[in-house]
Antibody, heavy 119, light 108 residues
Framework: QVQLVESGGGVVQPGRSLRLSCAAS????????MYWVRQTPGKGLEWVAV????????YYADSVNGRFTISRDNSKNTLYLQMNSLRVEDTAVYYC????????????WGQGTLVTVSS | EVVMTQSPATLSVSPGERAILSCRAS??????LAWYQQKPGQAPRLLIY???TRATGIPARFSGSGSGTEFTLTISSLQSEDFAVYYC??????????FGQGTKVEIK
């Protein structure tokens, strides 16, 4: 069965960096686009970034563009999110999600990892 | 950016009753509309995509309808495990992919 397991969350000061990982199993990782989605109590669910199955295309939400970088290692079945210049408003639960193949939906989700940005 | 608006914010329903949730898009998204269910402490789970196609393993009591800008999720007979928050999401005009703010279905 499809499994997505995020890791790397924690408490970090504003302006610092953090890297999240998402380990995938149960499917051919190199055949699917992958997303990061975050959730805060105040703003609900927010798409953060997407990467194509082969890494050729990446898109970012305006709120993180220029600060966050999505990447993947298909040899390790792992998705990453490098988060730089973190802000208090980046505090959220971060989920990785797999797309639906031909449909750009979030078909499977990980359990999430909490990132808290606080001084 | 397509803005998704859900109503009501909270829906109080008795077990066994029907629940009808609404989602409106600020511009047409064709039928590229998905619904997700989220229970406390859990990740969202895909229920419906293509406005009306149930995802794998989703019970038949969940149904979706609509196209363009107006969509509905109907839960025909609420079970105890259905009390949760439901989100709609469009995937026609991206990036960004956008979600509604959610409808909480609570026990009446």
């Amino acid at each position: 069965q499809v499994q997505l397991v995020e890791s790397g969350g924690g408490v970090v000061q504003p302006g610092r960096s953090l890297r999240l990982s998402c380990a995938a199993s149960g499917f051919t990782f190199s055949s699917f686009g992958m997303y990061w989605v975050r959730q805060t109590p105040g703003k609900g669910l927010e798409w953060v970034a997407v990467i194509w199955y082969d890494g050729t295309n990446k898109y970012y939400a305006d709120s993180v563009n220029g600060r966050f970088t999505i990447s993947r290692d298909n040899s390790k079945n792992t998705l990453y999110l490098q988060m730089n210049s973190l802000r208090v408003e980046d505090t959220a639960v971060y989920y990785c999600a797999r797309d639906g193949g031909p449909t750009a939906i979030f078909e499977y989700w990980g359990q999430g990892t909490l990132v808290t940005v606080s001084s | 950016e397509v803005v998704m608006t859900q109503s009501p914010a909270t829906l109080s329903v008795s077990p066994g009753e029907r629940a009808i949730l609404s989602c409106r898009a600020s511009q047409s998204v064709s039928s590229k509309l998905a619904w997700y269910q989220q229970k406390p402490g859990q990740a969202p789970r895909l229920l419906i995509y293509g406005a009306s196609t149930r995802a794998t393993g989703i019970p038949a009591r969940f149904s979706g309808s609509g196209s363009g800008t107006e969509f509905t999720l109907t839960i025909s007979s609420l079970q105890s495990e259905d009390f949760a928050v439901y989100y709609c999401q469009q995937y026609d005009n991206w990036p960004p992919w956008t979600f509604g703010q959610g409808t909480k279905v609570e026990i009446k």
